[in-house]
């Protein structure tokens, strides 16, 4: 098996897991609103782009850390969670693989 059939394998399980798309959505809809709430104060109706991307910069940094970190922390879990670690060690493929292919796919 080569890197790609592996690395394949593993964006399938992520694409397939509620966990992503949850914190997907919940990481989406923090600039969303933060542009509405701009439009909405601004007095002139325009869009002033620096104050939105200073503000989306200033506070969704802390938050794409940690939740950066909890994606990270959930694909190695999983594992283990879903007692899929057994089977996955099984097979003809080098740890190395796998890991590398879980840090691509975060």
């Not at 609103?33 to 620096?50: C, E, P, Q, T």
């Not at 802390?62 to 879903?82: C, H, K, M, N």
């Amino acid at each position: 098996m080569n890197i790609f059939s592996v690395l394949h394998c593993e964006i399938r399980k992520i694409i397939r897991a509620n966990v992503f798309w949850l914190v997907f959505l919940i990481f989406a809809f923090g600039p969303i609103m933060m542009g509405v709430g701009i439009i909405l104060s601004s007095d002139a109706g325009g869009i002033n782009w620096k104050m939105y991307l200073t503000e989306l910069l200033d506070s969704l940094a802390p938050l794409g850390l940690i939740g950066y970190t909890f994606i990270a922390a959930w694909v190695f879990e999983r594992e283990f969670s879903d007692k899929t670690i057994k089977d996955l060690l099984a097979k003809p493929v080098s740890r190395s693989k796998i890991v590398l292919s879980k840090f691509i796919v975060f």
